[in-house]
């Protein structure tokens, strides 16, 4: 059965709200930030989120927000940590194709210059290859097409992204 929605998984600067964008004009799709809808329901930024709620507090918001989305024709752009949250995740694989842009450690380390000013989840003592690690293999769990980002533009991601979901979307 074909699917409406187009939810886009990964690390952080793996391009998700970048490839959604235009990937969402491309199909006539609108396009959903998960981060900025989490932020506008909260009333604050992310990393004022984790700030005030610590790790586990911002994955329960994340989870219930992302739980909540039901567009009718969309392209998701979640937060790389939306795969803690199952509930979410089997939410957004009803409604959506998940699509994961995966990049090498090596490749979103150079993409990665200021990780907590981004909002990102990090607990105690965690480093970025320690996160990568851990996440890997939950973005392959939920993923119904994967995308090899490494050595690829913008234009060429679109496009093999494309390729991939063609049969899959409505």
Known sequence: MKKKNVVLIGMPGAGKSTIGV???????????????????????????IIEEKGPDGFLAVEERVNAGLNPEQAVIATGGSVVYGPKAMEHLGDIGVIVYLRLSYQAVKR??????????????????????????GL???????????????????????????????E
């Open 139 to 169: 973005y392959e769990q939920y993923a119904q097409v994967i995308v090899e980002e490494d050595g690829l533009n913008v234009e060429e991601t679109l496009e093999k992204t494309l390729q991939e979901l063609e049969l899959l979307i």
């Open 111 to 136: 993409r990665l210059k200021d990780i907590r000013g981004r909002g990102v989840v990090l607990r105690e003592g965690q480093t970025l290859k320690d996160l990568y690690e851990e996440r890997a």
């Open 22 to 48: 235009i990937l969402a004009k491309m199909l006539g799709k609108d396009f959903i930030d998960a981060d900025l809808v989490i932020q506008k329901e909260e009333g604050r930024l992310l990393s004022q």
